[in-house]
Each structure stands twice: as C-alpha cells, then as structure tokens.
C-alpha cells in the first residue's frame, strides 16, 4: 500500500510503500500490460522477501508516475528506468520499500529497519572522526550507515569504502533534520546536505543533487 507520496522543493517526487500484501494480492495490483513480466519474475526467483520486494517498487512505480516505467540495473546493480525519463533511487527494508525520482538531477534514498543489529557492525562504517551520540547511540549509527548508503547510491563511483571514503559531519540526532557529509572518493571531494526522518519502525535519509 502507498503510505506516502511527496514532492519536494527541488522537484524530487518520494514515494513510501508498506508491504503488508501477500505475492498474489501485489500480482493483482500489477499493470495488466507488463504482468507477464510480473510472472516470469515470480519463476525466476525462490525468494519471497525478493519477490514482494521487486513486485512492490514497480506497483508503486506506476501509482507515483501513473504510467509504466521499466526498471533496468546496471553492472554496479544500481536501477534506472529504461526510457531514461527521471534519475531513480530505490530502496527496501523489512516491510517497505521506497523510491525517489527527479527528472533533471541524480538522487539517492534509503530506508532502514530500526534495529539494535546496526551497533554490531559499525566499526566498519563509523570512522574515528565520526562523532557518534552515547545517548543515542544505536539510531545514530543507523543514521549514518543510512546517509551513507544513500551517498553510495548517489554518487556514480565503484569501490566506495563507507569508512574511509564518507565522513559524516557531527550531528545530534532529532526527529528531522539536515545531515552534512562530504565525499573523499572523487578529486571533487564534494559535501552533501541530506535529509532524514526518525519514524517508529524505521528510519529515512534521501538527497538530490541538484549541483
């Protein structure tokens, strides 16, 4: 179900899916012209969590656009829409799956599961530099694994090491808010202002870059 779909100051068009549906009641959802494709997917993949997925961000493609758009993924993995009409980010986690679109400027989006998994891992994403809350530890780290997930997908380089390649400027965590992070893969060593929200199962980082 589309829980959210939001246009933003810069043009992006976000949207947020809840997949509470089983794989029969997406396929009964899907656009009639292109449920063969639907079907032949659903053959191919012994994934359930894979198949809802993938049915659930092409349904909530056609209900942002209100038309067909074919997803295509290139060597790197990263989607693009076949006829090349808008820039498109996807992401999912358990439950939803969510999706941003600009038609003149590259974007990247994430969302992420709350979960207590994140502080196990974070010595491989949170550099020394990085300024990590005590109080709010375990969203903090979620947070900046989520904005750098979200750099990742938005700048068009390979063999982005999280730690030594992205540095999250120190913020509080709130509710809402701006994240500044500043790339060191590329010569540009850009800085990037990204967004997030702190929702109770999840929480979301998205940025356009509108440079």
């Known amino acids: 179900m589309l829980i959210r ?18 794989i029969e009641e997406l396929l009964e959802l899907f656009p009639p012209t292109i449920r063969s494709e639907a079907v032949n997917y659903i053959k191919s993949v012994r994934s359930k969590r894979r198949i ?11 209900e942002l656009l209100g038309e067909v758009k074919i997803i295509q993924n290139r060597e790197d993995g990263k989607p693009y829409l076949e006829d090349r ?13 969510a999706i941003l679109l600009n ?39 979620l947070l900046h694994w989520s904005v750098k997930e979200c750099m990742f997908k ?25 994240i500044t992070a500043t790339e060191f893969k590329t010569k540009e060593n850009r800085t990037y202002n990204l967004n997030y929200e702190v929702h109770p199962e999840y929480v979301l980082t998205w940025v356009t870059d509108t440079e």
């Open 5 to 22: 779909k939001d246009y933003s100051v810069n043009g992006s068009l976000m949207g947020i899916w809840k997949m509470d549906e089983t």
């Open 154 to 178: 938005l700048i068009n380089e390979i063999g982005i090491d999280f730690r030594k390649h992205l540095l999250i400027h120190r913020f509080i965590p709130a509710q809402n808010g701006v």
């Open 52 to 62: 809802r997925e993938w049915l659930s961000t092409r349904i909530m493609l056609f």
């Open 85 to 97: 009409s808008y820039h498109i980010s996807i992401s999912h986690t358990r439950n939803h799956a």
């Open 103 to 141: 038609k003149s400027f590259p974007v990247g989006i994430d969302i992420e599961i709350k979960s207590d998994r994140v502080e196990k891992l974070a010595h491989k994403f949170v550099s020394e530099s990085e300024y990590i809350d005590p109080e709010q530890k375990i969203l903090h780290q």
